[in-house]
C-alpha cells in the first residue's frame, strides 16, 4: 500500500507580536535592558529572542499571560510554572550567572530567581524571570 505523501511549506522564525502601552519605552527598553537590536518597524531581537512590538490602540489592550492552570501529567513531578510566562528564552545553562549580571546591570526588573530545581528525572533546571515595562514576564532558562 502506498503512503500518500504531502509536500510541506518550510516554517522559518516565528515572532511573537506583543501590544504595548508605549512603543517607544517600550524599543527603548527591549534595548537597553535587555540588549536587542531594535528597528521602528517594532522588532526587538537578541539571538533566537525575535519579538515585534506594536503600539496598542487603548493601554487596556496591553494583556500580558495569566498563571496556567496546574498540571499533573508533565513528564517530570513538574506541575507548571508559579507566574505566567509571555516568553520563555533557552539561554546556555552556564551562563545564568553572566546574564544576572548583565540584567542588574542594565537595570532590568527581575521579579523571580535566579531559581534553581532538579526535575524527578535528575534534570537540574535554572531560570530567571524579567518584567518589562508592560507587565509581560520574559524566562530565561
Same mark, same amino acid.
Given at each position: 500500500?502506498?503512503?500518500?505523501?504531502?509536500?510541506?511549506?518550510?516554517?522559518?522564525?516565528?515572532?511573537?507580536?506583543?501590544?504595548?502601552?508605549? %512603543?517607544?519605552?517600550? %524599543?527603548?527598553?527591549?534595548?537597553?535592558?535587555?540588549?536587542?537590536?531594535?528597528?521602528?518597524?517594532?522588532?526587538?531581537?537578541?539571538?533566537?529572542?525575535?519579538?515585534? %512590538?506594536?503600539?496598542?490602540?487603548?493601554?487596556?489592550?496591553?494583556?500580558?499571560?495569566?498563571?496556567?492552570?496546574?498540571?499533573?501529567?508533565?513528564?517530570?513531578?513538574?506541575?507548571?510554572?508559579?507566574?505566567?510566562?509571555?516568553?520563555?528564552?533557552? *539561554?546556555?545553562?552556564?551562563?545564568?550567572?553572566?546574564?544576572?549580571?548583565?540584567?542588574?546591570?542594565?537595570?532590568?526588573?527581575?521579579? %523571580?530567581?535566579? *531559581?534553581?530545581?532538579?526535575?524527578?528525572?535528575?534534570?537540574?533546571?535554572?531560570?530567571?524571570?524579567?518584567?518589562?515595562?508592560?507587565?509581560?514576564?520574559?524566562?530565561?532558562?
Amino acid at each position: 500500500m502506498e503512503e500518500n505523501i504531502k509536500a510541506k511549506a518550510t516554517f522559518y522564525d516565528g515572532l511573537q507580536v506583543r501590544l504595548v502601552s508605549d %512603543l517607544e519605552k517600550s %524599543l527603548a527598553w527591549y534595548r537597553d535592558v535587555l540588549g536587542c537590536e531594535v528597528d521602528y518597524w517594532g522588532h526587538a531581537v537578541r539571538g533566537g529572542m525575535k519579538l515585534i %512590538l506594536q503600539q496598542a490602540k487603548d493601554s487596556s489592550d496591553v494583556k500580558p499571560n495569566q498563571l496556567s492552570a496546574k498540571r499533573d501529567n508533565y513528564p517530570t513531578d513538574w506541575e507548571g510554572p508559579d507566574l505566567g510566562w509571555d516568553t520563555f528564552v533557552h *539561554i546556555n545553562y552556564e551562563e545564568l550567572d553572566l546574564l544576572i549580571e548583565e540584567m542588574k546591570a542594565n537595570g532590568a526588573n527581575i521579579i %523571580l530567581g535566579p *531559581i534553581e530545581k532538579t526535575h524527578s528525572n535528575d534534570v537540574t533546571f535554572k531560570n530567571l524571570y524579567i518584567q518589562d515595562p508592560d507587565g509581560y514576564i520574559i524566562v530565561f532558562g
